[in-house]
């Protein structure tokens, strides 16, 4: 294949999983914090030598699992700057980039898509599906990021919802993204620059979903892809 897709925790979220012998949250020792992005660049760069010796042709994707950015600001992380996130993460993508990979970061909440901009990130995965006009919040940042290269990953297809998974149809899905894509040319971006930068994918993981609704999400992201390609 022309790509391949790895993934990784991204740094803040892993920093505010893991304590100290303390008991204190690793985020808040620069030490330890330091340790932690080391040890996620070492597990991009195995991905991508893995993905590299498979096919050296093939280009891996890399992506930053970032679900705890989206707490960023709130009472529990008020000492945390964004300026540390954002170093934490361009190191990590700065790493990929300079071994062939092209970098990601995934949110399925509220992020602040500032962040990973300024990292310098090639691709924003979000959950389309539940906070497409939250995106449109960073309608500057996200203009910019796009017409220097940067790509939009749709992730229009919920997978942690399986009710209304399992209710969804193409056409249904369509038009959610149509009126996604709304929430951006609404605040003056380009729709062909929007378009041409876009991928779609399922708004988060498949793991919770039974081996049905499983593959019933991927066949949505397929035809759903196919669908607007044929359409724009």
Known sequence: PAYAKGQIIGPFTLSAMLVDNNGRYVLYDETL?????????????????????????????????????????TSAY??????????????????????GGICAVHCCGKCDWNIPIRAGVDIINFDAFAFSPHLAIYNKEIEKFLLTGGKIAWGIVPTLDSAALEKLTLNGLVKIFENSVKYLTNKGIDEKLIIDNSLITSSCGAGSLSIELADHAMDLVFELSNELKMRF
């Open 33 to 73: 914090r330091e340790v932690i992005v080391k040890l996620l660049c070492l597990k991009a760069l195995w991905q991508i030598k893995r993905i590299k010796a498979a096919n050296n042709e093939t280009v891996p994707i890399i992506f930053m699992d970032e679900p705890s950015v989206s707490q960023l600001g």
């Open 78 to 99: 008020l000492t945390i700057s964004e300026g540390e996130v954002v170093d934490m993460l361009k190191e990590i993508c700065n790493v990929i980039k300079s071994n």
